[in-house]
């Protein structure tokens, strides 16, 4: 009985922790499409290009990722990484 216990326990742990990491990438994926919003805004389809809206994001999405990209697992290595890939 031991043994299935263990199963058992070890499963839940990997289920919250997923749900946990999942929790988090939506936390982060919020916070960074808040200050998206904020600065599109503000953005005007005008010169110069590119626009101080479009040089801000590019400022804060620097900043964000000297912030955490320490912590933020390498593209692919994590279950549900693809929150975080770039796309064609």
């Known amino acids: 009985m031991t043994g299935r216990c263990s199963v058992l ?3 839940h742990v ?3 922790t997923q749900d946990h990491v999942t929790e988090i990438e939506n936390k982060l ?3 960074v499409g808040s200050v998206f919003d904020r600065h599109l805004a503000k953005w005007e389809v005008k010169a110069p290009m590119p626009s101080s809206a479009f040089r801000n994001i ?6 964000f990722h000297e912030t955490i990209g320490s912590l933020l ?3 692919g290595s994590a279950p549900n990484s693809s929150a975080f890939e770039l796309r064609d």
């Open 58 to 63: 590019c400022k804060q999405v620097a900043k």
């Open 73 to 75: 697992p390498e593209v």
């Open 29 to 31: 994926v919020t916070i």
């Open 14 to 16: 990997g289920v919250a």
């Open 9 to 11: 326990t070890s499963i």
